[in-house]
């Protein structure tokens, strides 16, 4: 196999797990949009979820993007997620060059 094709399966092996996170949070952050839920006032209750999406929601709710009200309603701060998608997209690029770093130097090893 070479170092291109090894390079390739790396990235789609990659590519898997930051779909899933993205598209599930991506669903879940469309319901507060088209529902306006981004402040206490427009706050809503969300709908059943599956266990995954349930787990995504908790981690927005520990980062602060997602904040309940007092009423058991939740809504979406933009500020706050936008900071962690800012924070997220440094986090990923870094794990990707330290990721194809090792790759390489493993591939050379071999």
Do not use: N
Not at 5 to 33: C, D, N, W, Y
Not at 39 to 47: G, W
Not at 72 to 87: G, H, P
């Amino acid at each position: 196999m070479r170092l291109v094709e090894v390079l390739q399966l790396t990235a789609a092996i990659l590519a898997v797990p930051a779909g899933m996170f993205s598209s599930i949070e991506k669903k879940i952050l469309g319901h507060f949009r088209q529902s306006e839920a981004t402040s206490p006032d427009t706050a809503i209750e969300l709908p059943p979820l599956k266990k995954f999406a349930r787990w995504r929601v908790s981690r927005l709710k520990s980062l602060g993007a997602i904040i309940s009200t007092e009423s058991d309603m939740v809504y979406f701060s933009k500020t706050v997620y936008s900071s962690i998608r800012k924070r997220r997209a440094l986090i990923a690029v870094s794990f990707v060059i330290v990721t194809f770093t090792c790759v390489v130097l493993l591939y050379k090893l071999f």
